[in-house]
């Protein structure tokens, strides 16, 4: 127990500490607005970061920071991207944020659940099936997720898997402006 306090308040300390500009001032792939303490959006190596708070007692800190990235980070414009969007990947990881869950560890079948910024969408698969992201209370003031369906069937941790998504099916993401 005492490793996952220690992990959660040195990872609380990488999104809250001050970072000088001249750390950042002189690198191409990011920017200030890239930037939440320390965490680098911009870098893509540290793309899986955030959703590290799941293995923590408050995922919510996931879910409050990604909608802050997705909203902040990302705009429609010629320099809209906090980086360098190296292979796509800085618009990859707004893709899987957007749907609500992210790849944190690539060749695993995981993926970690954030908080979705889409209120539906639905994925043709080249199965025949189909999978769809539902959002009940979708709104810029409810960022947080209250509970998870996958097939009408309550989450009980804050991953999918990547046969779910294969299967077909549905996901319900609950959201409220609380964390409580």
Same mark, same amino acid.
């Given at each position: 127990?005492?490793?996952?306090?220690?992990?959660?308040?040195?990872?609380?300390?990488?999104?809250?500490?001050?970072?000088? +500009?001249?750390? @950042?001032?002189?690198?191409? +792939?990011?920017?200030?607005?890239?930037?939440?303490?320390?965490?680098?959006?911009?870098?893509?190596?540290?793309?899986?970061?955030?959703?590290?708070?799941?293995?923590?007692?408050?995922?919510?800190?996931?879910?409050?920071?990604?909608?802050?990235?997705?909203?902040?980070?990302?705009?429609?414009?010629?320099?809209?991207?906090?980086?360098?969007?190296?292979?796509?990947?800085?618009?990859?990881?707004?893709?899987?944020?957007?749907?609500?869950?992210?790849?944190?560890?690539?060749?695993?079948?995981?993926?970690?659940?954030?908080?979705?910024?889409?209120?539906?969408?639905? @994925?043709?698969?080249?199965?025949?099936?189909?999978?769809?992201?539902?959002?009940?209370?979708?709104? +810029?003031?409810?960022? @947080?997720?209250?509970?998870?369906?996958?097939?009408?069937?309550?989450?009980?941790?804050?991953?999918?898997?990547?046969?779910?998504?294969?299967?077909?099916?549905?996901?319900?993401?609950?959201?409220?402006?609380?964390?409580?």
């Amino acid at each position: 127990m005492l490793e996952k306090a220690v992990f959660t308040r040195r990872l609380y300390s990488l999104f809250s500490i001050h970072l000088p +500009d001249k750390y @950042f001032e002189n690198t191409e +792939d990011i920017t200030k607005e890239g930037i939440i303490g320390n965490y680098a959006n911009g870098n893509e190596p540290s793309h899986h970061v955030v959703y590290l708070y799941n293995w923590t007692k408050s995922p919510w800190k996931a879910q409050d920071k990604i909608r802050i990235i997705l909203k902040r980070m990302y705009k429609n414009r010629p320099d809209g991207l906090g980086g360098n969007d190296d292979f796509g990947q800085m618009s990859a990881w707004y893709i899987f944020s957007s749907l609500g869950f992210y790849p944190v560890a690539p060749g695993s079948e995981d993926y970690s659940l954030g908080s979705p910024l889409v209120a539906n969408a639905v @994925f043709n698969l080249e199965n025949g099936k189909t999978f769809e992201v539902a959002t009940v209370n979708q709104s +810029d003031k409810n960022v @947080f997720v209250r509970k998870v369906f996958l097939n009408r069937k309550l989450l009980t941790s804050p991953v999918i898997k990547h046969s779910d998504i294969i299967n077909g099916g549905r996901i319900t993401f609950y959201k409220s402006s609380s964390t409580k």
